[in-house]
């Protein structure tokens, strides 16, 4: 079983910044594509950004040049630096994983940390 904690959300003013993780860990033989979904109040859930395990990255139109998604693979650990956020940016933000187990892809989610950003 594999398990995502994310952390760092939270309450912050507009134009502020905030700093998401999320730690990954059980049993298994890589982490391929980790990613970051957010899910506003009566909204769909929708992909924020991207990362392989090789370092390339995509983002979503609303968070490119504001947001920045990286991972360390020693620590199994993706992050999103976000910054000049702005009240739309509300929502609770979801770690997303692939990973490699044995011979199965499976796909895991975190239990999701709220951002709010005040106006």
């Known amino acids: 079983q594999v398990q995502l904690v994310e952390s760092g959300g939270g309450l912050v003013q507009a134009g502020g910044s905030l700093r998401l993780s999320c730690a990954a860990s059980?049993?298994?033989?890589?982490?391929?594509?980790m990613a970051w979904y957010r899910q506003a109040p009566g909204k769909q859930r929708e992909l924020v950004a991207t990362i392989t395990s090789g370092g390339s990255t995509n983002y979503a139109d609303f968070v490119k040049g504001r947001f920045t998604i990286s991972r360390d693979n020693t620590k199994n650990t993706v992050y999103l630096q976000m910054n000049s956020l702005k009240p739309e940016d509300t929502a609770v933000y979801y770690c997303n994983a692939e990973v490699s187990i044995y011979l199965a892809i499976n796909n895991y989610w975190g239990q999701g940390t709220q951002v709010t950003v005040s106006s």
């Open positions: 059980g049993r298994f033989l890589r982490i391929n594509i």
